[in-house]
């Protein structure tokens, strides 16, 4: 159940935000552009609800709840980028809107880029265990909540092996592509220019 309802949220997720960002940029209807948007963090609380269900109903904790949690946790986190993703996606594509934004190409601004994704997987994760916990705290009975235990420690490897980027970035960062062009376009006579002449 729990399965078809994570499925169901996440068809659900972009079918609300193809349709609220069409009625906006394609058929000018922004009110109704605005109630499709809201609508889609509800459909985190019918995730939620049907968890919360499904566990009361005397159902064993599984990963299915735990991929619930983890889905939940990762909408709370990037839900909101990703809707402003695609709305410069769908505006530049579609109403003549600027280039979306891109993350920088290189340098220590990639790297704090790097590292504040990073620290936004390790509050996503934080959030899915504390639901869990919750899950956990409402069944009360251990025999029926071991896989959640389970789940969330098989999850820790995600915020984990998600560290390689930033620390890569950090350690060896790489140059932007318009600092390596403006180097290469550097010729001698530049170099030249620039050393005072000794008399």
Known sequence: MILAVIIGCEIGFWVLLGLGLASRYLWGLRRLSTVLLISVPLLDLVLLGAAVIDMRGGAEGSWRHGLAAAYLAYSIVFGHRTLRWADQKFAHRFAGGPEPWRPPEGGMARARYEWAMWLRIVLAYGIACALLFGLIWMVDDPARTTALISFMRDLLRVPVIALLWPLGYTLFP??????????????????????????
């Open 174 to 199: 790489k140059k932007a592509e318009k600092d390596r062009g403006a180097e290469e376009s550097r010729t001698p006579d530049d170099d030249r220019t620039k050393t005072p002449i000794r008399k």
